[in-house]
């Protein structure tokens, strides 16, 4: 009888060995930036963020401009001018800036809005490619390891790294001297 429970105990122990062995984690890590970097898709992007960003910052250099010549005709005429056009002045004058200073404001935010508008589609792209390397590799995790103080791995095996799996999956050759 204490055999058979020997037995049975062993028995239960080489069982859940195998099973702990087959759930064994497998994680990768990938450079998100280095991946994104390589992308074709990615310098449209980056001209088209750009463009933006140039017709912003003239229209910002317009209206700045505009304000300077009218805040100098105010500096050069104002003592001599009718007291309700100097006051009429100083409410465009302080409308102009407040007008600038949202203007600025909205700016960055359209700029943050096309910037989310143009990435999301690479991201999904990405993401797909990541899940179907995963898959093929049999990775339990994949995590980003490439943005230097913000790693959230102290140590990663160069072998497991994805990146460029990643971008193969993609049809994108890695670039040759990178990961």
């Known amino acids: 009888m204490i055999k058979l429970k020997y037995f049975v105990m062993m028995v239960a122990l080489l ?15 990938m450079d ?5 970097s390589a992308m ?25 401009k505009d304000f300077e010549e009218k805040y100098n005709r105010y500096v050069n005429e104002g003592s001599q001018m009718a007291e309700a056009v100097r006051m009429d002045l100083e409410k ?11 203007f600025a404001s909205n700016a ?25 390397v995963a898959k093929e590799g049999n990775y339990t995790y994949i995590i980003n390891a490439g943005v230097p103080g913000l790693d959230i791995v102290y140590y990663a095996d160069s072998t497991l790294d994805v990146s460029n799996a990643v971008l193969k999956k993609m049809g994108i050759d890695p670039p040759a001297a990178s990961n």
Request: overall charge neutral.
């Open 15 to 29: 069982m859940g060995s195998v099973t702990m062995a087959q759930n064994t984690l497998k994680i990768g890590h």
């Open 32 to 36: 998100m930036q280095y991946v994104l």
């Open 40 to 64: 074709p898709e990615m310098k449209q992007v980056q001209s088209q963020l750009q463009t933006l960003q140039g017709q912003l910052e003239k229209q910002a250099q317009a209206k700045q």
């Open 92 to 102: 465009e004058l302080t409308q102009m800036q407040q007008n600038a200073q949202e």
């Open 108 to 132: 960055q935010k359209t700029l943050q809005q096309k910037e989310s508008q143009l990435m999301q589609p690479l991201y999904d792209k990405i993401g797909t490619a990541i899940n179907d």
